[in-house]
């Protein structure tokens, strides 16, 4: 099932403007876009402080500088901001999802199933795209939903800077939504409510033969679209400069054993493309355009640069059961859409060091099947602090890691610090017993004090703070690692709490 990502970019225009002239008014003056419409200038874009002096589109350019009286006004150029926004669209198809499209004139799309997984799962992909656009100064608001038009709407009336709807739920998130949010002309919603029709759900229940007699079929289309009772599908924006192969079948194939054959006839044509190139593919996408113009994609990424025709067939066709063939695939589209240059190393001697055993291929299939957070290395850093003593790299990263903390006792399963309730006798000595999670344990053995001093060039709250860690044994054979907050003497070094940080094994 598609799950369709719409991005609303509110004040694209002038965030478009002001990345582009250096000349522009900055952020804190208030900017907008006029344009000529016959013989009047009216207002075509606003950005936020704007906005909020009461200022938005079509409004007179006259009645904007009377509202406003330090507002600065520039010609509009919407064709620039078409070729942005298609740049943009280009920019998320190489870094997000195979299926991205331009939703004009403030908008994108994408179909992001079976690849948000590469980026943490749904939640992680949205944040990660909004942080990036935000922090180069393009607002952005998103939803996600089964449908093109439900995620369109939510995006742009839902009140919500994120709105993720789960899969299935999409009619209940878009009953109360206005009548405008399906897309429909203003004249038309203005009859609609006239009509006392304000919201889908209104319209939607409303019988349909009198209203499509009067407005046409477009509208209830809209409706049937954005419930998914009818397919819209997403036609993704083309990027020439990527190496591509394609196949295009006089018969529509949908058996997986057929769609199997092609995907590796397919691989060996993308990888001569890219042999000749001189490049790697570092990730490949692979669409079918269905019979009913609906699209369905794979996406795999590898961790180094790979032209192996075996290795990238096996990645592909690991995902081919995730693929709808529905009534048929008519064409088959395979890009590379991260590349980099592939460099052959050469093996040693016998008198050289063995060479490191070639565990790439383990490393795509589990990072391809589980997701990219999933697969890491850990490695030691150089702090007292025993959470930021540990950090996770790629698994092809080669940092060895600091061993400034290797001769420390530390335990192999470290929890977040939990709150205990202990008994004992201030200021050095361990408890003799303690409470965690409800259960009493007895203490009958103890190793500490380890005192450990806040980093005080982190944060100023940290000077001066310490903790007391000890090795408590208790009467069931198990050994934990607490810690006191604070010398056990001056309230100013720490609260003086207890707190469980980790267990040995």
């Avoid at 199933?113 to 952005?140: F, K, M, S, Y």
């Amino acid at each position: 099932m598609p799950r369709v990502l719409s991005l609303f970019l509110p004040t694209w225009p002038t965030d478009r403007l002001r990345r582009a002239n250096s000349d522009a008014p900055p952020r804190d003056v208030p900017l907008a876009l006029k344009t000529k419409v016959g013989s009047k200038r009216i207002i075509s874009a606003v950005d936020d402080l704007a906005r909020q002096a009461g200022l938005y589109r079509g409004l007179p350019v006259a009645k904007a500088q009377v509202l406003v009286s330090d507002l600065q006004l520039i010609d509009a150029d919407p064709e620039a901001d078409a070729v942005a926004l298609g740049k943009l669209a280009r920019w998320a198809l190489k870094h997000y999802s195979p299926i991205v499209a331009a939703d004009p004139r403030d908008g994108l799309v994408l179909d992001i199933a079976g690849c948000d997984h590469l980026h943490g799962g749904e939640n992680g992909l949205v944040e990660d795209i909004r942080r990036r656009l935000e922090d180069v100064g393009v607002h952005t608001f998103a939803a996600l939903a089964d449908t093109w038009g439900a995620a369109h709407g939510l995006a742009r009336f839902g009140g919500k800077s994120v709105s993720i709807v789960p899969s299935g739920k999409t009619g209940e998130a878009i009953a109360s939504l206005p009548v405008a949010a399906l897309r429909l002309d203003n004249d038309l919603v203005q009859e609609l409510m006239l009509l006392g029709i304000e919201t889908v759900g209104e319209l939607s229940a409303k019988p349909r033969a009198p209203l499509a007699r009067r407005y046409g079929p477009n509208m209830f289309r809209r409706v049937d679209q954005a419930f998914g009772r009818v397919a819209e599908p997403i036609i993704p924006v083309e990027c020439p400069e990527l190496i591509s192969v394609d196949r295009v079948f006089a018969e529509p194939i949908g058996a997986p054993e057929t769609i199997e054959k092609y995907t590796r006839r397919l691989v060996g044509q993308i990888c001569e493309r890219l042999e000749e190139a001189g490049q790697g593919a570092r990730r490949l996408d692979l669409r079918f355009v269905r019979v009913d113009n609906r699209i369905e994609a794979i996406s795999v990424a590898t961790a180094k640069p790979v032209r192996d025709p075996k290795r990238l067939a096996k990645l592909l066709c690991d995902k081919i059961e995730t693929v709808e063939p529905g009534f048929g695939i008519d064409k088959m589209v395979m890009t590379a859409i991260h590349t980099e240059a592939l460099v052959f190393s050469q093996i040693g001697s016998s008198f050289a060091e063995p060479p490191r055993a070639d565990v790439e291929d383990l490393w795509d299939t589990l990072t391809n099947r589980y997701g990219g957070g999933r697969l890491f290395r850990a490695v030691s850093v150089a702090s007292d602090i025993p959470e930021r003593a540990v950090k996770r790299l790629p698994p092809t990263s080669i940092e060895i890691g600091s061993r400034r903390n290797a001769q420390f006792r530390r335990p192999m399963r470290l929890y977040r610090p939990e709150s205990i309730q202990a008994l004992s006798v201030l200021p050095d000595h361990p408890p003799r017993a303690f409470t965690w999670r409800g259960q009493r344990y007895s203490v009958i053995r103890a190793d500490g004090p380890e005192r450990v001093k806040g980093e005080w060039w982190r944060t100023d709250g940290e000077a001066g703070k310490v903790r007391d860690y000890f090795v408590l044994e208790v009467d069931s054979g198990e050994r934990f690692w607490v810690f006191r907050a604070g010398d056990g003497q001056h309230g100013e070094t720490g609260s003086l709490n207890w707190y469980l940080h980790g267990k040995f094994s």
